[in-house]
């Protein structure tokens, strides 16, 4: 039975990748293109939105209030 090896896209620069544990920059397609991602990260040009009224309470607060 042959194996189907899946495919991705390089987030970086589009090139297709296998997704294959021999692949140890996956999902990115080179250590180059993983390292102009890390550098985006790291100069804040991706960020995580943070959402203000978080309905869990915080270390400080107390619960229900």
Partial sequence: MTEKIKVV???TCG???Q???ENRYRPFCSER???IDLGEWATEKYR???VENDPMPGPNTEPGG
């Fill in 19 to 21: 997704w294959r544990p």
């Fill in 33 to 35: 293109c993983k390292l």
């Fill in 9 to 11: 896209t390089c987030p």
């Fill in 48 to 50: 995580v939105p943070v």
């Fill in 15 to 17: 090139q297709p990748v």
